[in-house]
């Protein structure tokens, strides 16, 4: 069973479109984040969920809008696409409540706008 | 603020040779955890190892050793005759244990192990 999935894999856009990558853990996690990996491999926080509640947002353009419907789901919603925006978004989780701060990385999604 | 740095941003080594990289770390947090993961060609994020700065002792894990020093701020790892397989990017990451739950990455070193 794959902890931490996220779908799809490769994504392949235009410019201006809107896109969602989507998360799911299945490890009984509180708290859930999505990080970015750019074309130098440079991983950086965007958004950290706990308990379906905002904790981190980093200075991230108002067009990205994380959703977490429920503990074990948090999607990435990206409105008017750019090209600057092709990276690497990983997904995570981490139980913070028993204060083991051990983070699971999803699988990747590689998001590439033309 | 926390800072990670991992000067080495390329390291090419013949297998069966021994590989270190370097982790510096910043923080004004008496208590706060790093981490080492790797990232092979696949692409994914593999958890290697997490130390809290209350534990400065030595681990040892198959041909994995980490050598936490708090008096220099480092966190460096080895890898003792090394394999084709442990050709990868190798980040070091540091969290603060208070709420704010962000790991801050260093920018990575690549190891590539030529056969």
């Known amino acids: 069973d794959t902890a931490v999935s996220q779908t799809p894999k490769y994504l392949v856009t235009q410019m201006g479109n809107d896109k969602s990558i989507k998360c799911e853990q299945n490890l009984g996690h509180d708290t859930m984040y999505w990080y970015k990996q750019d074309s130098k491999k440079f991983l950086k926080i965007m958004f950290s969920y706990n308990n379906k509640e905002l904790i981190i947002n980093e200075t991230v353009p108002n067009r990205f809008s994380p959703k977490s419907p429920d503990k074990a789901h948090l999607n990435l919603h990206i409105n008017s696409l750019e090209l600057g925006d092709s990276a690497v978004y990983f997904c995570?989780?981490?139980?913070?409540?028993?204060?083991?701060?051990?983070?699971?990385f999803g699988s990747g999604t590689r998001l590439t706008v033309v | 603020a926390q800072k990670v740095t991992q000067a080495q941003t390329e390291i090419s080594v013949v297998e069966k040779e021994d590989v270190t990289l370097d982790c510096v770390y910043e923080t004004r947090d008496t208590t706060y955890y790093l981490f080492w993961y790797k990232q092979p060609p696949s692409g994914e994020l593999v958890f290697l190892i997490r130390?809290?700065?209350?534990?400065?002792q030595n681990e040892i894990s198959g041909r994995y050793s980490w050598n936490f020093q708090k008096s220099t701020s480092s966190f460096n790892f080895t890898i003792t005759a090394s394999q084709v397989v442990d050709s990868a990017v190798y980040f070091c990451a540091l969290r603060r244990r208070s709420n704010d739950y962000k790991l801050s990455f260093g920018a990575g070193t690549t190891v590539t192990v030529r056969a």
């Open positions: 995570a989780s981490s139980q913070e409540s028993t204060g083991s701060y051990g983070y699971t």
């Open positions: 130390r809290n700065s209350f534990d400065e």
